[in-house]
């Protein structure tokens, strides 16, 4: 249990600087797309990097390998990090699982209501004031330090596996392009050959990353996001070690032992220590868990570089107020859904839900902290602005929609921040009472 609070602790550290470098890759391509260096910035996502698609005899660009290539990686990893919570984590029980659940849900379906009423003619939007940026949103509580209950990032982290999960099955079912339904067959067999890997107890990582990147290839051709191959995939990725820990300590002690017991006076390693040594490595390997392991691979390459690349190719929106005007009711809708619904959802379901003894709130966490969480959980940014791409073809419709995003997710962080600060001095006063 000791190793997966500490990979829980190593996830929260690695979010709270990645939302860090987001904040910072995303103000520098809003200063470069409203600079002098903006028509370049603008034709770089369009540059053709000369590899063509499956189905298409057209080149794939530069921004179409980052949303559809690295997002898929960035997906795989949120795959393991919803399967690792379902498993062993917050949502691995009835009990632990329904409160977080329901604000979750809450937190999806109020926002997509909003959306729907404020444009009941064109409700394609309805996905993008659902989701939640985990990473500015625990980047923001790190920076607060102690003055957040530790209950509180547990009950986000809870919260956004399951508004992930949402954001999943919303891409895969709705978002999607021209079906071809000849690609489910070749899909289908590739998959059923990384399940027989995990069923045959295969616990290496390369075999089911070789065949995950046919099964990407085929989902494209589909039509379905690409991206959601890396969700699949994280699925069968398995979670059991080869080898039990005591047998990697009891192995491990006796290498050691060995080690010790062959040290002479010359000043290199002897063949002994050496075979003693390669026995512990050789245990290490063994004994991690191949989806904590792929998940601790890819947590730095994706906090690090695919959302930061991601953001600074995306965020990039001229600042044009009168587009926002033009396309009011979709801003609305969104802008409105993250800064409103978000709240009302998360505070709101989870207070009735008690209410009527259908779910326990944790007795940690104060409901004044529950609705900073639900402003919190307003904060869309990367994610939103993903499902923008998909929902829209507008460049003008895009750009005022980055915009409300842009402005729900920072006026509900500061909300959000208030709360959790006001909450801390209540919670000081009544101690000291």
């Known amino acids: 249990m000791t190793k997966y609070i500490n990979t829980f602790q190593h996830f929260i550290s690695k979010e709270a600087f990645s939302g860090v470098l987001l904040f910072v890759a995303t103000v520098l391509a809003v200063i470069v797309a409203n600079s002098s260096l903006g028509d370049a910035y603008h034709e770089l996502p369009n540059t053709s990097l000369g590899v063509p698609p499956a189905t298409t005899t057209t080149s794939i660009s530069l921004m179409h390998s980052i949303n559809d290539g690295l997002m898929a990686l960035f997906f795989l990893m949120v795959g393991l990090e919803i399967k690792r919570e379902m498993l062993i984590g917050e949502l691995s029980s009835v009990k632990k699982a329904s409160f977080p659940v329901v604000a979750a849900i809450g ?28 990473a500015f ?21 809870a919260l956004a596996v399951v508004d992930d999960l949402g954001a999943v099955f919303v891409v895969a079912t709705v978002y999607t392009s021209e079906i071809h339904s000849i690609y489910f067959i070749h899909a289908a067999i590739v998959y059923a050959l990384i399940w027989a890997l995990n069923i045959r107890g295969v616990k290496s990582l390369w075999p089911y990353l070789v065949l995950g990147i046919a099964l990407w290839v085929f989902i494209h051709s589909i039509g379905i996001h690409a991206t ?18 005591h047998d990697f300590i009891k192995n491990t002690k006796r290498a050691v032992d060995e080690f010790e ?21 050789n245990g290490y390997d063994k004994v991690q868990n191949p989806l904590v392991k792929l998940e601790h691979m890819l ?11 991601f953001a600074f190719s995306n965020a990039g929106v001229i600042i044009d107020f009168s587009a926002m005007s033009t396309h009011l009711h979709i801003v609305l809708g969104v802008l409105l859904g993250l800064l409103v619904g978000k709240p009302i959802g998360i505070f709101g379901l989870t207070y009735m839900a008690t209410k009527l003894k259908w779910i326990d709130k944790p007795h940690n966490i104060t409901w004044r902290e529950i609705f900073a969480v639900g402003f919190l959980g307003g904060i869309g940014f990367t994610m939103s602005i ?16 980055k915009l409300a995003i842009f402005i729900a997710s920072f006026i509900a962080a500061i909300i959000g921040v208030l709360l959790i600060l006001s909450s801390h001095r209540a919670i000081n006063k009544m101690a000291n009472a």
Do not use: C, R
């Open 137 to 157: 949103a625990l980047g923001i509580l790190m920076l607060l330090g102690s003055k957040v209950n530790p209950a509180v990032k547990l009950f986000l982290v």
């Open 107 to 134: 937190g999806m379906l109020i926002p997509a209501l909003i959306y729907v009423g404020f444009n009941p003619n064109n409700p394609m939007g309805f996905g993008i004031p659902m989701a939640t940026d985990i």
């Open 386 to 401: 993903f499902i923008t791409q998909l929902a829209f073809v507008d460049d003008a419709l895009i750009g005022a929609v």
């Open 261 to 281: 017991t062959h040290i002479d006076t010359i000043p290199i390693l002897n063949h002994h220590q050496i075979d003693a040594l390669e026995n512990i490595a």
């Open 299 to 309: 947590h730095g390459f994706s906090a690090f570089f695919i959302m930061p690349l």
């Open 228 to 245: 959601i191959a890396g969700v699949l995939l994280a699925f069968a990725v398995p979670i059991s070690s080869k080898i039990e820990e």
